[in-house]
């Protein structure tokens, strides 16, 4: 079966001249979850910009779903693609939750009662169906974060990508997203600092260190080797041991 | 979170008015507003008919006499110069009040108070019965350019998250013990003024960013598009239309 995701001898540099990765390799297999962690300025940021072509790849290939990204294929690629990013607030920029849901979809050519029903089934899907008529703005940062989550699902995307997802969230809402994320069935990538997060909700672990994949192995593994951990300046929370 | 302060215009019903297509809203009010201005100053009666036609439209919207008195002080600066101008006008003088008046100054005076009041009535009336998204997606309708469209929909919905901003600016400098009291302290609100405009301007990019992951191709898609039956343009029509019956009335009674 061909993988949700394959990044290639990745490399890329700011036009500033700064390096930040130095040849990324990694294959994320349908259905999976995964988590990326890393340090502040790993280069985290900078991959997942890769994933969408937003940012070109100054050397190597990436591949979603077999399609690899390129000029011509980035209107398929943001469809199967769904970034979530860590502000819902630059997420939601339409009046209402509908607007917004309806954004991306609209955006692939549908309309009518297909579009309709694509709103109201991403919204459901998180739980948050009752707010559709809502401007973002007034509702709660977890409630934002969720709608983020459903603007790309309605896009039928074939992996989701969260920058942080638990940034920010109180714990209800943060155990909430959990179990939202877990009831998805999407391929996802969840780039976050979140340790204990990462291992509840994600089998597999990479660690993005320098530019390049350090370290890529199931959850438990990565956050018991203590050495590993403190080599990428990676840090499990006061009292937290992984079962 | 300082949610919803613009929309303070807005009274939210389900009246006649409510209900019409924003579109045909403005165009009303657009229209009402030309033949005002169109209405040789001397001719009051029509200007007392035109205030009858805005006092049933705000009777039907259910919009409160008071509600509207208190959106009309944005019409103080022309107040302000409407009353000089009997003061500073020339030509033939009547005495008020021990006053030498001028009678042209007058007339200029009523002419902008009463065109102004009129129009801005007929605004705060549209903005009351209509809301500032809708206001929008009728002016898009109108055919204003999209782009302009998305500019204002975009302030529309940043414009909480910027107060939010400058309001957490604001704490984190008097917690650090900052009053302005005076002249000297304007640089310092000057480069907080700076700061906001720059974390607005890397939102922007960031928005911007979110749009193109999402698909976005420069053209906002259309969701839900406005239409508007000819009733409904019959029934916006009617207050410009009465407006005009009542310009020519006055019309044929003076001439």
Same mark, same amino acid.
């Given at each position: ?243 | ?69 208190? +959106?009309? $002080?944005?019409? @103080?600066?022309?107040?302000?110069? &409407? ?7 020339? *030509? !033939? %003088? /009547? ?88 002249? +000297?302290? $304007?640089?310092? @609100?000057?480069?907080?003024?700076? &700061? ?7 939102? *922007? !990019? %960031? /928005? ?48």
């Amino acid at each position: 079966m061909t993988p949700s995701l394959e990044v290639s001898r990745l490399a890329y540099a700011y036009p500033d001249g700064t390096q930040a990765l130095f040849g990324v390799n990694l294959v994320i297999g349908r259905g999976e979850r995964v988590a990326l962690l890393g340090p502040n300025g790993a280069g985290k940021t900078t991959l997942v910009m890769h994933l969408n072509g937003i940012l070109t790849p100054g050397h190597g290939t990436v591949t979603v779903a077999g399609l690899p990204v390129a000029k011509d294929s980035l209107r398929e690629i943001r469809r199967r693609v769904g970034l979530v990013f860590q502000d819902p607030d630059d997420q939601l920029f339409m009046p209402t939750v509908r607007e917004d849901v309806a954004f991306g979809p609209a955006n692939l050519g549908i309309g009518g009662e297909e579009l309709e029903r694509r709103v109201k089934d991403a919204l459901e899907r998180v739980g948050m169906l009752e707010v559709i008529d809502r401007p973002p703005h007034h509702l709660s940062f977890g409630q934002r974060r969720r709608v983020a989550v459903a603007t790309v699902l309605a896009m039928s995307p074939e992996i989701l990508v969260l920058d942080e997802p638990s940034s920010n969230l109180d714990p209800a809402s943060r155990r909430e997203l959990a179990e939202i994320l877990r009831s998805l069935d999407v391929t996802v990538l969840m780039v976050t600092h979140d340790l204990p997060y990462a291992m509840e909700l994600c089998d597999r672990a990479l660690v993005l260190s320098g530019g390049v994949i350090a370290a890529d192995g199931p959850t438990r593994e990565i956050l018991s080797d203590a050495a590993l951990l403190a080599a990428h300046r990676l840090e499990l929370p006061y009292g937290f041991a992984p079962p | 979170m300082g949610a919803g302060h613009h929309h303070r215009i807005y009274l939210a019903g389900d009246t006649v008015v409510h209900r019409l297509p924003p579109q045909c809203k403005l165009v009303a009010v657009a229209a009402f507003a030309l033949v005002v201005v169109a209405t040789p100053r001397a001719w009051v009666g029509a200007f007392g008919l035109y205030a009858l036609l805005l006092a049933v439209t705000a009777r039907v919207a259910r919009v409160p006499f008071a509600f509207v008195l208190r +959106r009309m $002080v944005i019409e @103080i600066p022309f107040v302000v110069f &409407a009353v000089a101008l009997p003061f500073i006008g020339f *030509g !033939e %003088r /009547v005495s008020f009040l021990g006053t030498a008046l001028s009678v042209e100054g007058l007339w200029a005076a009523w002419n902008i108070l009463a065109k102004a009041s009129l129009g801005v009535i007929a605004s705060v009336l549209l903005a009351a019965t209509t809301e500032p998204r809708a206001m929008l997606l009728g002016a898009q309708r109108l055919r204003l350019p999209s782009l302009l469209v998305q500019i204002m929909m975009f302030m529309l919905r940043y414009m909480d998250v910027i107060v939010d901003e400058m309001r957490r600016m604001r704490v984190a400098r008097e917690s650090r013990g900052f009053v302005a009291r005076d002249i +000297r302290h $304007v640089p310092v @609100i000057a480069r907080s003024a700076g &700061a906001l405009f720059i974390r607005s301007y890397e939102r *922007g !990019e %960031r /928005v911007h960013l979110a749009m193109l992951s999402r698909g976005y191709t420069g053209v906002m898609p259309v969701i839900g598009e406005l239409t508007a039956s000819f009733r409904q343009w019959l029934v916006a029509g009617m207050l410009p239309g009465a407006a005009l019956l009542a310009l020519l009335g006055t019309w044929g009674l003076t001439s």
